[in-house]
T-cell receptor, first 109, second 112 residues
Framework: LAKTTQPISMDSYEGQEVNITCSHNNIATNDYITWYQQFPSQGPRFIIQGYKTKVTNEVASLFIPADRKSSTLSLPRVSLSDTAVYYCLVGDSWGKLQFGAGTQVVVTP | DADVTQTPRNRITKTGKRIMLECSQTKGHDRMYWYRQDPGLGLRLIYYSFDVKDINKGEISDGYSVSRQAQAKFSLSLESAIPNQTALYFC???????????FGPGTRLTVL
């Protein structure tokens, strides 16, 4: 399983865009990149997944460069309710995921 | 996710007691997982099961056992609970051929 490295914390104001970059230098050919969001005392929730280039859904965008050694989760116009821990994971279809400590995002008014 | 339920939601027990945490899912997924989370840390995989006849140890299986009673049910047991097993426990499921996992609400276990 490829190890991931991401910032411990990030602060933002409401309405700003938040970009969290994750490093995964040892990503394997079959690995996908997945981001989860976790609120206190709740289970993680799937946000977005990608393999290469750019993926966008109603919640976020995921940017993956050609070498796939990093990825950036972009949260547009954050609100207070986006305060949470965000996890970057890499894994293949076998379903085994390795969670790091994640990035604590704090959004203030 | 309401499709994945865990019981109990909270449990306080004493050292040496046997505890069972239960997980049920209505998503029709083959794969189920048990994780524990300690304060300020990410989730660590305890056991996982890719189908009813398949059980695999995860990163931290010592002191735990599991039972996959049916496709929809996956139980985690602590045969003799100890204080350092105090943690938040999550069950998750995923479909075949994908690593997207759906998590239950968690069980907060305290071992005194």
């Amino acid at each position: 399983l490829a190890k991931t490295t991401q910032p411990i914390s990030m602060d933002s104001y409401e309405g700003q865009e938040v970009n969290i970059t994750c490093s995964h230098n040892n990503i394997a050919t079959n690995d996908y990149i997945t981001w989860y969001q976790q609120f206190p005392s709740q289970g993680p929730r799937f946000i977005i997944q990608g393999y290469k280039t750019k993926v966008t859904n109603e919640v976020a965008s995921l940017f993956i460069p050609a070498d796939r050694k990093s990825s950036t989760l972009s949260l547009p116009r954050v609100s207070l309710s986006d305060t949470a821990v965000y996890y970057c994971l890499v894994g293949d279809s076998w379903g085994k995921l390795q969670f790091g400590a994640g990035t604590q995002v704090v959004v203030t008014p | 996710d309401a499709d994945v339920t865990q019981t109990p939601r909270n449990r306080i027990t004493k050292t040496g007691k046997r505890i069972m945490l239960e997980c049920s899912q209505t998503k029709g997924h083959d794969r189920m997982y048990w994780y524990r989370q300690d304060p300020g840390l990410g989730l660590r995989l305890i056991y996982y099961s890719f189908d009813v006849k398949d059980i695999n140890k995860g990163e931290i299986s010592d002191g735990y056992s599991v039972s996959r009673q049916a496709q929809a049910k996956f139980s985690l047991s602590l045969e003799s609970a100890i204080p350092n097993q105090t943690a938040l426990y999550f069950c998750a499921t995923s479909g075949r051929g994908t690593d997207t996992q759906y998590f239950g609400p968690g069980t907060r276990l305290t071992v005194l």
